[in-house]
């Protein structure tokens, strides 16, 4: 038996096994030396006291050992190093999810608009009237530029950028234009009222040593000329000589401002004008004296108007519950402060609200004086206990208070 096991014959199994394959080209060949199959390795002779089932095991291929893989002989490396070299290697393709997309074209339309409104706006607003117009219009561009940056925000957005920028700078151009303007009109207004002042002093340094007229037609203009200019400023800019000095208005001056006089009177020295207002409530009466140059000048003066401090009931529809004991009952104060004097929200509690209630500037050339004078009247009552006319006149208080000065009857 072993002579025909180192012949390469393998006998049979006398177990009954699968027989061993009888050439060995069969067998896999290992790649490695090392991975050679134990079976082709020698095998030591069997002594003669081994079993037979250690001879079968012998004769069973045995399993490839598992060892380690030699290195790679740096040959291998030199040879991969000069095919790169020889054959460069491609690049790897990149995923084209992880690509970023190229950027979309920009949205023109409202980035342009808002260039056109804003480019006009700029021109308008300095050359046309009313600027702050277009202060307006250039706002309304700005918010152009603001709304297409945003729809272009996940696009290109260079023209709404610009456009945005563009917007605020004429915006706030708009505004100067505006500021500009006004500082304009404002400077050509005052230059305009210098003029005017100074052409008035010139005409009255012409009109001195001038007599004014003593005929009193002179004074009093047409119906179709007459037009009522006075307010509560413009009566308290006036000059009230008084009685005692030289230093009041004088009448040309007065006609010039105001126009000449819806009726006149003189009588000897004493020149008296009086204005005419819109209703019967509103009135001016003007005093001037004549001076030893034959000029007249404003000694004193009256301005009456509508209260719109009191309420007032309509005429026909007060019905009187004045008595001559009601009246005399009412305390009068001090003639120019109204100390002491009765309250007028006590008076309209009892009495009620009266039919007229005017205001009453004055001056006699010791600066202006203000009065409150109301007025209760009813003629259609048939009790004779009741007053059908009652006049009470106040002066208005720090407090806003208002204090009897003057009764009507006594």
Do not use: C
Not at 10 to 36: I, S
Not at 120 to 149: C, G
Not at 220 to 229: N, R
Not at 266 to 286: F, M, P, Q, S
């Amino acid at each position: 038996m072993a002579e025909e096991f180192n012949n390469g014959n393998t006998p049979e199994n006398p177990a009954g096994g699968a027989p061993e394959p009888e050439n060995q080209a069969d067998q896999p060949q290992a790649q490695n030396p090392a991975e050679q199959p134990v079976s082709e390795q020698p095998v030591p002779e069997q002594s003669a006291g081994e079993p037979a089932a250690y001879q079968e095991a012998q004769s069973q291929p045995q399993a490839p050992v598992n060892t380690p893989e030699p290195a790679v002989p740096q040959q291998t490396d030199v040879q991969q190093g000069q095919m790169n070299f020889e054959q460069p290697t491609v690049p790897p393709t990149v995923n084209p999810a992880f690509q970023s997309a190229p950027a979309r074209k920009e949205l023109i339309v409202l980035p342009i608009i808002s260039f056109v409104v804003s480019v006009i706006t700029l021109i308008l607003a300095w050359l046309a009237p009313l600027p702050i117009i277009y202060v307006i219009i250039a706002f309304l561009a700005l918010i152009y530029a603001v709304v297409s940056l945003i729809v272009n925000l996940k696009r290109k957005k260079v023209l709404s950028i610009i456009a945005l920028v563009l917007a605020a700078v004429v915006f706030l151009a708009s505004g100067a234009a505006v500021f500009v303007r006004q500082s304009g009109d404002e400077q050509v207004k005052t230059e305009k009222h210098e003029k005017k002042d100074d052409k008035e002093d010139t005409d009255d340094e012409e009109d001195e040593g001038e007599e004014d007229s003593t005929d009193v037609q002179d004074y009093i203009a047409d119906s179709s000329d007459y037009e009522y200019k006075w307010t509560e400023s413009k009566f308290e800019d006036l000059e009230f000589a008084g009685y005692s000095n030289n230093d009041g208005s004088k009448v040309k001056s007065v006609l010039k401002k105001f126009g000449k006089a819806s009726d006149a009177t003189i009588n000897g020295d004493a020149l008296t004008l009086r204005y005419k207002g819109n209703t019967d409530d509103e009135r001016v009466r003007l005093s001037f004296r004549k001076q030893y140059d034959g000029t007249f000048i404003l000694s004193s003066g009256s301005l009456y108007f509508n209260s719109s401090k009191v309420k007032t009931s309509e005429r026909g529809s007060y019905k009187s519950n004045w008595t001559k004991a009601d009246v005399d009952a009412l305390t009068v104060g001090d003639r120019e402060t109204g100390s002491g004097g009765a309250k007028l929200d006590d008076i309209i509690k009892k009495h009620g609200n009266p039919v007229e209630a005017r205001e009453v500037i004055e001056s006699y050339g010791r600066g202006i004086e203000k009065s409150l004078r109301i007025l209760y009247s009813d003629y259609s009552s048939s009790d004779d206990s009741k007053l059908s006319y009652v006049s009470l006149e106040f002066v208005e208080q720090s407090n806003g208070d208002y204090l009897l000065t003057y009764k009507y009857p006594k």
